[in-house]
Structures are given as C-alpha cells and as structure tokens.
C-alpha cells in the first residue's frame, strides 16, 4: 500500500501570509495527486487533481506542485475562509489504490 | 446542480447489518464510476469502496473485504454500501463520491470530484 505522510500536522498561519503545505508518498505516484480541503462538520471538497490543475471554481490563490513523491499545497494569501484540515490523495486506477494522508490541519495564528 | 445525498446510517450493534444509500442528481449517473470513502471520528479520511459504471467491477479497502457490498441502480440513480458483521471500527461519517478522470499526455488522472454530506454509522452495543 502506497503511505501519504502530510506535514506539518498542524500549521498556524496569520490571514494574509502564505500557507505551504507538504505531501510526501512511499513511491511514486507520477501525478496521480490530488488535494481536499475539509471544514468541520462538513464533506472534503476537491481544491487540485493531477497535483497541480485547480478544479473548477477554486480561487487562483490555490496552488498544487510536484510529481513522484514530494508535493505541496501553496495558498498563496490566506482568507479567513481556508482555515480548514487539507488532504492529499493518491489514486492509482488499476490495480485500486486510493489512499489519503492523515491531514494538515490550517489553524489562525 | 449536481448532488450525492447519503441516507441509511443509524446505530446498530456489533455483528448487525446496515445499508446505506446515495442518491445521484444534477448528473448522469451511469456515466460515472463512485465510491464510498469514510471518516471515524476525528480521524481522516479512508478510502472504503469503488464501482464502475455498469456495476460490473468492484474493489475494496482490505479492512472491509469480504463484510462489505457495493452496488447500484442506474435506473434509480442510487447508489449503495450494504454492511455486514459490523464492528466497533467501523464507527464513521460515511461519504459517497463521484470518481472522475482527467487525461493529459497519454496519462490518466483520478479523483474525487463531487461528495455527498455523508451519513454516521455508530457501531455500539
């Protein structure tokens, strides 16, 4: 099973400042990443696939980099509203393997 | 507007069953494969099931082989997760999601485009 290892666990960042997150997978999985974000007592919403294409409608704020094994999640000038928990997930079609990291909490410092 | 609404959960006690539901709107249903990702309490997000289009193909997380079924109606535009012989770690929010594909130098690219507001199984004696 491919392990997605998220850090830092939690990062406080002040509104206004840039938020980097990190993403690192046990093996490669090319491009094959995409990023959620998650606010409390709601579902995950898609942010980045193919680790760097915004989906539609997510502000240019957003920004998704890597390839292989290493990733980051950039928000570029942090809004009140992008204070949430971020995922990372590989999905590899065949065979199945889809697994998520355990999470980047983005708090307000 | 495209839509996934969950419906099902409830409490069951060890050992019971459960059947959950997804129900598809704004889209065409038997386009799309889906899946059933799921979320214990303050933890993260496991991915749990995936169906193809026609319902001919599924795949499962190991933790639930075997115990678990997914399945659906494209003429109802609903999917399902029937659980069996449940346990106390199967305590989650349970989401169903639309699987989507984006092809790019002769590569494709899965995600997770859409997601229902999930539904909690609470697995308690």
């Known amino acids: ?109 | 507007e495209v839509q996934l609404v969950e419906s099902g959960g409830g409490l069951v006690q060890p050992g019971g069953s459960l059947r959950l539901s997804c129900a598809a709107s704004g889209f065409t249903f038997s386009s799309y494969w889906m899946h059933w990702v799921r979320q214990a309490p303050g933890k993260g997000l496991v991915w749990v099931s995936r169906i193809n289009s026609d319902g001919s193909s599924t795949s499962y997380a190991d933790s639930v082989k075997g115990r678990f079924t997914i399945s659906r109606d494209n003429a109802k535009n609903t999917l399902y997760l029937q659980m069996n012989s449940l346990r106390a770690e199967d305590t989650a929010v349970y989401y169903c999601a639309r699987d989507s594909v984006w092809f790019s130098n002769y590569y494709y690219y899965y995600y997770m485009d859409v997601w229902g507001k999930g539904t909690t199984v609470t697995v308690s004696s």
């Open chain 1, 1 to 109: 099973e491919i392990v997605m290892t998220q850090s830092p666990a939690t990062l406080s960042v002040s509104p206004g400042e840039r938020a980097t997150l990190s993403c690192r997978a046990s093996q490669s999985v090319s491009s094959n990443l995409a990023w959620y974000q998650q606010k409390p007592g709601q579902a995950p919403r898609l942010l980045i696939y193919g680790a760097s294409i915004r989906a539609t409608g997510i502000p240019a704020r957003f920004s998704g980099s890597g390839s292989g094994t290493e990733f980051t999640l950039t928000i570029s000038i942090l809004q009140s509203e992008d204070f949430a928990v971020y995922y990372c997930q590989q999905y590899n079609n065949w065979p199945p393997s889809i697994t998520f990291g355990q999470g980047t909490r983005l708090e307000i410092k």
